[in-house]
């Protein structure tokens, strides 16, 4: 069955770097993902794809800061210089059979 | 400007019907596959359903399957999501979003509300 992992909760300081950990499970480590960020009470917002060989496609007015990176099953999202209004709940998504979509549980990103 | 405008939420008693609408514009719908995905209150994302950029084709999730119906007008630029035999497990905010797989762009829209409470 295919399933992404998050981590419920991460944390960092007002600029510094942080990254975050989705997980693919066992037998779908080729898969691409895509990110998505959700700030506090506004709907979701695509920030980039990312593909298992670390290649990724920003979505548009993505600033320089979020970068994608892979490692086998682990899908990685890097945000640098981090500001206030980074903070949000972060989903990643994969695309399952027959084109639905399968969400992994979000992280919520604390800037302190 | 790309927008995507959810409408159509409110509190339905269980077991009645709803019927969500999302209007697009800034963007050509017609070539892009549309969903429909939720978020209950103080959960994360789930998927409801997709339909197929011309309308051909329809996929939902196996919560929803045989009680809602996805369907779009390309003419009026407009989703919609038919919600039968409503339970309070659909109370959520439903939110459109919009995919192409050819260039990798998803638009999402700002959500309605549904409750089903009696």
């Known amino acids: 069955q295919l399933v992404l992992t998050q981590s419920p909760s991460a944390s960092a300081s007002l600029g510094a770097s942080v990254k975050l950990t989705c997980t693919l499970s066992?037998?779908?480590?080729?898969?691409?993902i895509t990110w998505h960020q959700q700030q506090p009470e506004k709907g979701p917002r695509h920030l980039m794809k990312?593909?298992?060989?670390?290649?990724?496609t920003k979505g548009d007015g993505i600033p320089d800061r979020f970068s994608g990176s892979s490692s086998g099953a682990e899908r990685y999202l890097t945000i640098s210089s981090l500001q206030s209004d980074d903070e949000a709940y972060y989903y990643c998504q994969t695309w399952g059979t027959a084109t639905n979509w399968v969400f992994g549980g979000g992280t919520k990103l604390t800037v302190l | 400007q790309v927008q995507l405008v959810e409408s159509g939420g409110g509190v339905v008693q269980p077991g009645r019907s709803l019927r969500l609408s999302c209007a697009a514009s800034?963007?050509?719908?017609?070539?892009?596959?549309m969903h429909w995905v939720r978020q209950a209150p103080g959960k994360g994302l789930e998927w409801v359903a997709v339909i197929w950029h011309d309308g051909s084709n329809k996929n939902y999730a196996d919560s929803v399957k045989g009680r809602f119906t996805i369907s779009r007008d390309n003419s009026k630029n407009t989703l919609f999501l038919q919600m039968n035999s409503l339970t309070a497990e659909d109370t959520a905010l439903y939110y459109c979003a919009a995919y192409s797989g050819s260039s990798y762009r998803y638009y999402w829209g700002q959500g309605t509300l549904v409750t089903v409470s009696s």
């Open positions: 990312l593909n298992s060989d670390g290649s990724h």
């Open positions: 066992s037998g779908h480590s080729s898969y691409d």
């Open positions: 800034g963007f050509t719908f017609s070539s892009y596959g």
